[in-house]
């Protein structure tokens, strides 16, 4: 345990002895005593360090109180002098020649001497190390309660990841609950699961969800936690059962709750509707929701989960319809734990047979704790004295504990397990809420910019990030969510609310983050520093509240907001400004209602590295000196209402994500970004044709994604030529090192002739996505590389050329068929498509699929969207044939645009896609 707690210590001490010496060697001139003090420093450090270390592999539970509180003490100083660090190269970081640099520096230094500025605050440091040091001389530090520790292996680089079709042990449980839900066809029914932290509620819940056989008019499925935000609740929900552009209405009106409320309740009250409340942790909580949810006698049906079984009876009501869930037998224990680490029970080896029974019995049939232990043995040896000795310290961690606190203990060992350099990531996660779903790339991004990765060149820091997120995921600590089509990469996550409570607490703790919830701010064991600051949703802004975070903070590295109703402190961001050591700013904020609203000075924001703005709908405005954020590597403002970038925006030589939306002007000079690799979204006809011709001068660009879309260009006076002669110069030197293209054209426009220019060397690109024009045959058949492609076509032709691609894992093809024409039907040969797997096929206006014994070899994932009109004839057979000559398939979706036909025919439709399906020998979900 004191591994986890020292490895925010460990990993700041190892950055800031990095500073240290950087400094020294930069010749900034100091004063002799600076210097003497600097050296002093971090040799002094360099010894804590190791110090730590060793504290590391101590249990928290058994070290010394003593040992504790020196190891606090460090932190919190090691943290203090990197501020001092960053404060001092804040104030040295000006552009113009290296000999007027050392001029100022000196000059700089100097007056910092006279002043009693850096040379203040490193004798001031000084003292405070030499105490530190000296107590630890005098009470040796790390030298007692030498306890024997678990095993340690090197732990595995990546995981393959699969998406569990057949949950263990689900079969009877979720057939009990559909019979509960299903007497009284007509009556309005609630069924609620209830049962201790880990025993799988949500997961029988979802299985409930996607099986039960009756149809409803809508459905829904939204999860609650422990602090209930109501007005993101009834979005969340509405977003499901109501059509897209009556959404986009919603939000753009910025209802109230009890204007959602009353809309919900409108749209359900006739409707046979089936909707799923995840988590809920409070009585008043089901009131609130209840109250959305109209009680008609159309058949509706409601399932909630909690760990309450008071909140199960107030929610099931008079009926009672309630289910407690239960432990997992032994054999189903048994056959996830298998499952877990030999992919089935028949390939556990016999000499780990007895004792993987009697690792089984202190899971208790947990599902949680059974996927948990599995983890923390797949990084170790598969031999039985490993797996004896790894039974010594679970039996002593599970032995007389409740079951929340035997579910804590086995996480405390999983924690436990984790090389040093994964605990800070681990811990970072604590700055999420509850049930969020991450985006895994802008994780590794906020670990890079946080300092967490270790390493010198960028791009190999997030790569090592990606590596790190994927031990996570392999210890089963993170759930993957989203899971890329080749099957190695994750896209996005979450973790699990037992699990998150377990890294919250020990992150207060260890005032590695504070978070700012429902009941105020988060307290930690000593400190009155905030180092990172989590601002999560459903929060009531209290201007006291906000006097005490104005109090604290000086030493904010980061800032992640995730309330949508920040209007106070968004209109307090003046009070962050006394804190130069900011290196991310992450805002999701929707309901500000503000006219303008501007980011404020830059000077002190020197060192940041990540800036992410996600708030409407109010104005927002980027400061003109935004060219002082020399450290920014990634500006993300594209769910907001900015119209226009500065442009001293193009002075930002460490930028390498630009990321706005399409209406924004950007300014001239965008080739001065030399390390920009993502630029998107950009609507060229915004855009000056300077601006386009720049970006051929991009070259180091990989990601780029334009709207090459002049419907409406002549109202701003565009010269729509020009610019499309600019565009396809540009582009045509940009096509030699792209890797993802994304663009976005009128259906009538064939000028993507930039494509053409790359000759006989194939571009480099894997991931094309082009939406409207149709794309020449010839350049089709010269993306060999392509893994990823989005396209529109209208001929057989086109369907063999895609085939012959030898790279392409995913392909989403858009067929459109004129007004007139009878359907035509497009055939999947055997050949071709070998590594495809996943297939999207969007045919508007009539249009069918018809797939050959031995197409698609590897398919797993076929999406259909079909527009159903009296007027076209399937001829009988329907839209697909030859479903069942798939022998990869695992998962089919069906989305059908009911356009001038009878409920019967779509009926119809849908019941052969499900005969085809359920005759289908993988049974496909």
Same mark, same amino acid.
């Given at each position: 345990?004191?591994?986890?707690?020292?490895?925010?210590?460990?990993?700041?001490?190892?950055?800031?002895?990095?500073?240290?010496?950087?400094?020294?060697?930069?010749?900034?001139?100091?004063?002799?005593?600076?210097?003497?003090?600097?050296?002093?420093?971090?040799?002094?450090?360099?010894?804590?360090?190791?110090?730590?270390?060793?504290?590391?592999?101590?249990?928290?539970?058994?070290?010394?109180?003593?040992?504790?509180?020196?190891?606090?003490?460090?932190?919190?100083?090691?943290?203090?002098?990197?501020?001092?660090?960053?404060?001092?190269?804040?104030?040295?970081?000006?552009?113009?020649?290296?000999?007027?640099?050392?001029?100022?520096?000196?000059?700089?230094?100097?007056?910092?001497?006279?002043?009693?500025?850096?040379?203040?605050?490193?004798?001031?440091?000084?003292?405070?190390?030499?105490?530190?040091?000296?107590?630890?001389?005098?009470?040796?530090?790390?030298?007692?309660?030498?306890?024997?520790?678990?095993?340690?292996?090197?732990?595995?680089?990546?995981?393959?990841?699969?998406?569990?079709?057949?949950?263990?042990?689900?079969?009877?449980?979720?057939?009990?609950?559909?019979?509960?839900?299903?007497?009284?066809?007509?009556?309005?029914?609630?069924?609620?699961?209830?049962?201790?932290?880990?025993?799988?509620?949500?997961?029988?819940?979802?299985?409930?969800?996607?099986?039960?056989?009756?149809?409803?008019?809508?459905?829904?499925?939204?999860?609650?936690?422990?602090?209930?935000?109501?007005?993101?609740?009834?979005?969340?929900?509405?977003?499901?059962?109501?059509?897209?552009?009556?959404?986009?209405?919603?939000?753009?009106?910025?209802?109230?709750?009890?204007?959602?409320?009353?809309?919900?309740?409108?749209?359900?009250?006739?409707?046979?509707?089936?909707?799923?409340?995840?988590?809920?942790?409070?009585?008043?909580?089901?009131?609130?929701?209840?109250?959305?949810?109209?009680?008609?006698?159309?058949?509706?049906?409601?399932?909630?989960?909690?760990?309450?079984?008071?909140?199960?009876?107030?929610?099931?009501?008079?009926?009672?319809?309630?289910?407690?869930?239960?432990?997992?037998?032994?054999?189903?224990?048994?056959?996830?734990?298998?499952?877990?680490?030999?992919?089935?029970?028949?390939?556990?080896?016999?000499?780990?047979?007895?004792?993987?029974?009697?690792?089984?019995?202190?899971?208790?049939?947990?599902?949680?704790?059974?996927?948990?232990?599995?983890?923390?043995?797949?990084?170790?040896?598969?031999?039985?004295?490993?797996?004896?000795?790894?039974?010594?310290?679970?039996?002593?961690?599970?032995?007389?504990?409740?079951?929340?606190?035997?579910?804590?203990?086995?996480?405390?060992?999983?924690?436990?397990?984790?090389?040093?350099?994964?605990?800070?990531?681990?811990?970072?996660?604590?700055?999420?809420?509850?049930?969020?779903?991450?985006?895994?790339?802008?994780?590794?991004?906020?670990?890079?910019?946080?300092?967490?990765?270790?390493?010198?060149?960028?791009?190999?820091?997030?790569?090592?990030?990606?590596?790190?997120?994927?031990?996570?995921?392999?210890?089963?600590?993170?759930?993957?969510?989203?899971?890329?089509?080749?099957?190695?990469?994750?896209?996005?996550?979450?973790?699990?609310?037992?699990?998150?409570?377990?890294?919250?607490?020990?992150?207060?703790?260890?005032?590695?983050?504070?978070?700012?919830?429902?009941?105020?701010?988060?307290?930690?064991?000593?400190?009155?520093?905030?180092?990172?600051?989590?601002?999560?949703?459903?929060?009531?802004?209290?201007?006291?509240?906000?006097?005490?975070?104005?109090?604290?903070?000086?030493?904010?590295?980061?800032?992640?907001?995730?309330?949508?109703?920040?209007?106070?402190?968004?209109?307090?961001?003046?009070?962050?400004?006394?804190?130069?050591?900011?290196?991310?700013?992450?805002?999701?904020?929707?309901?500000?209602?503000?006219?303008?609203?501007?980011?404020?000075?830059?000077?002190?924001?020197?060192?940041?590295?990540?800036?992410?703005?996600?708030?409407?709908?109010?104005?927002? @405005? /980027? +400061?003109?000196? #935004?060219?002082? !954020? %020399?450290? *920014?590597?990634? $500006?993300? =403002?594209?769910?907001?209402?900015?119209? @226009? /970038? +500065?442009?001293? #925006?193009?002075? !930002? %030589?460490? *930028?390498?994500? $630009?990321? =706005?939306?399409?209406?924004?002007?950007?300014?001239?000079?965008?080739?001065?970004?030399?390390?920009?690799?993502?630029?998107?979204?950009?609507?060229?006809?915004?855009?000056?044709?300077?601006?386009?011709?720049?970006?051929?001068?991009?070259?180091?660009?990989?990601?780029?994604?334009?709207?090459?879309?002049?419907?409406?260009?002549?109202?701003?006076?565009?010269?729509?030529?020009?610019?499309?002669?600019?565009?396809?110069?540009?582009?045509?030197?940009?096509?030699?090192?792209?890797?993802?293209?994304?663009?976005?054209?009128?259906?009538?426009?064939?000028?993507?002739?930039?494509?053409?220019?790359?000759?006989?060397?194939?571009?480099?690109?894997?991931?094309?996505?082009?939406?409207?024009?149709?794309?020449?045959?010839?350049?089709?058949?010269?993306?060999?590389?392509?893994?990823?492609?989005?396209?529109?076509?209208?001929?057989?032709?086109?369907?063999?050329?895609?085939?012959?691609?030898?790279?392409?894992?995913?392909?989403?093809?858009?067929?459109?068929?004129?007004?007139?024409?009878?359907?035509?039907?497009?055939?999947?040969?055997?050949?071709?498509?070998?590594?495809?797997?996943?297939?999207?096929?969007?045919?508007?206006?009539?249009?069918?699929?018809?797939?050959?014994?031995?197409?698609?070899?590897?398919?797993?994932?076929?999406?259909?969207?079909?527009?159903?009109?009296?007027?076209?004839?399937?001829?009988?057979?329907?839209?697909?044939?030859?479903?069942?000559?798939?022998?990869?398939?695992?998962?089919?979706?069906?989305?059908?645009?009911?356009?001038?036909?009878?409920?019967?025919?779509?009926?119809?439709?849908?019941?052969?896609?499900?005969?085809?399906?359920?005759?289908?020998?993988?049974?496909?979900?």
């Amino acid at each position: 345990m004191a591994e986890l707690m020292a490895s925010a210590a460990t990993s700041v001490m190892g950055s800031v002895i990095g500073k240290l010496t950087a400094m020294l060697g930069e010749k900034y001139q100091f004063a002799r005593d600076v210097e003497q003090g600097i050296r002093f420093l971090k040799d002094e450090l360099s010894t804590m360090d190791a110090v730590l270390q060793k504290l590391a592999d101590k249990d928290d539970d058994q070290m010394d109180p003593m040992d504790k509180d020196w190891r606090n003490k460090v932190r919190e100083l090691s943290f203090d002098i990197e501020d001092c660090v960053d404060r001092f190269m804040l104030n040295h970081s000006h552009g113009g020649s290296k000999a007027n640099f050392v001029r100022k520096a000196v000059r700089k230094v100097k007056m910092l001497w006279e002043d009693q500025g850096i040379a203040g605050e490193i004798q001031k440091l000084k003292i405070l190390v030499t105490e530190q040091s000296e107590r630890a001389k005098r009470y040796p530090v790390g030298m007692r309660c030498d306890s024997p520790q678990p095993v340690r292996l090197d732990p595995r680089a990546t995981a393959l990841f699969q998406e569990a079709r057949d949950p263990v042990g689900i079969d009877g449980p979720r057939e009990e609950i559909i019979q509960l839900l299903q007497v009284e066809e007509n009556q309005h029914k609630v069924v609620s699961i209830y049962g201790t932290a880990g025993q799988g509620k949500t997961t029988l819940a979802m299985e409930v969800y996607r099986k039960i056989p009756q149809a409803f008019d809508c459905r829904a499925f939204v999860s609650v936690s422990q602090t209930l935000d109501m007005k993101n609740l009834l979005r969340d929900i509405l977003s499901q059962i109501v059509s897209k552009s009556e959404f986009d209405q919603l939000q753009s009106e910025n209802w109230e709750t009890l204007q959602l409320i009353r809309k919900m309740r409108g749209y359900l009250i006739g409707k046979r509707y089936f909707i799923l409340i995840d988590d809920i942790w409070h009585v008043s909580d089901w009131d609130l929701v209840e109250a959305a949810l109209p009680r008609n006698d159309n058949g509706s049906r409601i399932i909630t989960t909690t760990r309450s079984k008071t909140v199960a009876e107030t929610c099931a009501g008079t009926d009672a319809q309630m289910y407690k869930a239960k432990p997992l037998g032994d054999d189903d224990s048994r056959r996830l734990f298998f499952k877990r680490l030999f992919h089935s029970t028949e390939h556990c080896p016999q000499d780990l047979m007895a004792v993987s029974s009697d690792i089984l019995r202190k899971c208790g049939g947990l599902p949680l704790a059974i996927i948990s232990i599995a983890g923390l043995l797949a990084n170790r040896s598969k031999t039985k004295e490993v797996w004896v000795n790894a039974l010594k310290y679970i039996s002593a961690a599970v032995d007389q504990d409740s079951h929340i606190d035997k579910m804590k203990r086995i996480f405390l060992l999983s924690y436990f397990d984790l090389p040093l350099h994964l605990k800070s990531c681990m811990l970072y996660l604590s700055v999420f809420p509850e049930d969020y779903v991450i985006d895994c790339r802008r994780l590794i991004l906020l670990w890079v910019a946080e300092g967490l990765i270790p390493g010198q060149g960028r791009e190999n820091m997030e790569q090592l990030g990606r590596s790190y997120l994927n031990e996570l995921i392999n210890r089963s600590l993170v759930e993957p969510t989203k899971v890329g089509v080749d099957g190695a990469t994750v896209k996005e996550c979450r973790v699990h609310d037992v699990i998150l409570e377990f890294i919250v607490s020990k992150a207060v703790e260890d005032n590695f983050v504070t978070i700012w919830n429902g009941n105020g701010l988060s307290k930690n064991y000593s400190s009155n520093k905030i180092r990172r600051l989590s601002i999560q949703r459903g929060i009531s802004m209290r201007a006291e509240e906000m006097v005490k975070i104005k109090q604290h903070t000086a030493h904010i590295r980061s800032i992640n907001i995730f309330d949508h109703n920040s209007v106070l402190l968004i209109k307090n961001t003046s009070m962050f400004l006394s804190s130069q050591v900011l290196r991310v700013v992450n805002t999701e904020i929707f309901e500000l209602l503000l006219e303008d609203w501007y980011l404020g000075h830059v000077k002190s924001f020197g060192q940041i590295k990540y800036l992410r703005l996600e708030i409407r709908p109010c104005l927002w @405005k /980027l +400061p003109k000196d #935004i060219e002082k !954020l %020399q450290h *920014l590597e990634t $500006l993300d =403002v594209r769910n907001t209402r900015i119209k @226009k /970038l +500065p442009a001293s #925006i193009t002075q !930002l %030589q460490r *930028l390498v994500r $630009l990321l =706005v939306n399409a209406e924004v002007k950007l300014p001239d000079g965008i080739g001065n970004l030399q390390a920009l690799e993502e630029l998107s979204f950009i609507g060229l006809s915004f855009q000056t044709i300077k601006f386009i011709q720049g970006l051929g001068d991009l070259t180091n660009l990989k990601i780029l994604g334009i709207e090459w879309w002049y419907a409406h260009a002549e109202v701003r006076h565009v010269d729509v030529e020009g610019h499309k002669e600019a565009c396809i110069s540009s582009l045509s030197k940009l096509v030699t090192t792209l890797r993802e293209l994304y663009v976005v054209q009128d259906a009538s426009d064939d000028k993507l002739s930039f494509m053409a220019s790359c000759g006989s060397t194939p571009p480099p690109l894997w991931k094309l996505i082009i939406r409207g024009c149709v794309l020449p045959h010839q350049i089709i058949s010269s993306l060999v590389n392509l893994t990823r492609l989005c396209i529109r076509l209208v001929s057989q032709e086109g369907i063999n050329i895609l085939a012959s691609l030898p790279m392409l894992l995913s392909i989403t093809v858009h067929v459109y068929i004129e007004e007139g024409n009878s359907t035509i039907r497009y055939t999947i040969s055997s050949q071709g498509f070998q590594r495809l797997v996943k297939f999207n096929f969007h045919c508007f206006q009539g249009g069918a699929l018809e797939f050959e014994p031995g197409a698609m070899p590897k398919l797993q994932r076929l999406k259909l969207y079909v527009v159903v009109r009296s007027q076209f004839n399937y001829e009988q057979d329907g839209p697909v044939l030859g479903l069942q000559n798939l022998a990869g398939l695992k998962h089919v979706a069906l989305n059908i645009n009911c356009y001038q036909a009878t409920p019967d025919e779509v009926q119809d439709l849908e019941d052969d896609i499900r005969v085809a399906a359920g005759t289908h020998p993988n049974r496909p979900v």
